[in-house]
């Protein structure tokens, strides 16, 4: 199993920019579909971006023209760029491989303990 760290969280005023960080520990290059996902108090985990190893990106409706999900796979690293943070953002970030097959899409790896994200209004 690869085992996936986020990092680079922080408290940010609104309108702020953070870039998450998530560190494979070992090569992602045959991992097709990497995805940036978050859970809010109080709410369901979302999907928030994926990336495929093509570079083919889809990103939340919520997110669309803010975020921007990247991946370096010589560096066994994607990465999630958040700008124009609202306070609606806050929640715990993970990262994870996605898989879809003819049940539906789902995360298929171990979930990490995330990074916590803040905005303040």
């Known amino acids: 199993q690869v085992q996936l760290v986020e990092s680079g969280g922080g408290l940010v005023q609104a309108g702020g920019s953070l870039r998450l960080s998530c560190a494979a520990s070992r090569s992602i290059s045959s991992i097709n579909v990497m995805a940036w996902y978050r859970q809010a108090p109080g709410k369901q985990r979302e999907l928030v971006a994926t990336?495929?190893?093509?570079?083919?990106?889809n990103y939340a409706d919520s997110v669309k023209g803010r975020f921007m999900i990247s991946r370096d796979n010589a560096k066994n690293t994607v990465y999630l760029q958040m700008n124009s943070l609202k306070p609606e953002d806050t929640a715990v970030y993970y990262c994870?491989?996605?898989?879809?097959?003819?049940?539906?899409?789902?995360?298929?790896?171990?979930w990490g303990q995330g990074t916590q994200v803040t905005v303040s209004s």
């Open positions: 990336i495929a190893s093509g570079g083919s990106t």
């Open positions: 994870n491989w996605r898989r879809c097959s003819g049940y539906g899409c789902e995360a298929v790896g171990s």
